[in-house]
Nanobody
């Protein structure tokens, strides 16, 4: 199983960015995907999750409205759309996969222990 996160870069405050997580070695239809981020010196933080069916998405309250996590199973890809970027959004963003059935509700979506495989991360810098 491999998860390849990409799309990070330098963005100005207020801008938008779309990250991609491409999965290989699995049939993405049967997996839930979570996005986490980690800034230097800080703990890994849950950003968003989408379950295997695509019907349920999860976000921390602080991120509702600016983050979206669409998936395209035909492309084995889950995206993280971030709008109105703020300097505090700067971090390395990771995607992770969980087998169907492990993501049941926001508590499991936000737990790192739900996920079996992690991508290598993509760096997002927010600066003018």
């Amino acid at each position: 199983v491999q998860l390849q996160a990409s799309g990070g870069g330098l963005v100005q405050p207020g801008g938008s960015l779309r990250l991609s997580c491409v999965a290989s070695g699995i049939v993405l239809n049967f997996y839930s995907i979570g996005w986490f981020r980690q800034a230097p010196g800080k703990a890994r933080e849950f950003v968003s999750g989408i379950d295997w069916s695509g019907k349920n998405t999860y976000y921390p309250d602080s991120m509702k409205g600016r983050f979206a996590v669409p998936r395209d199973n035909a492309k084995s890809t889950v995206y993280l759309q971030i709008d109105s970027l703020k300097p505090e959004d700067a971090a390395t963003y990771f995607c992770a996969s969980a087998t169907a059935g492990r993501m049941v509700g926001s508590a499991t979506a936000g737990s790192i222990y739900t996920y079996a495989y992690w991508g290598q991360g993509t760096l997002v810098t927010v600066s003018s």
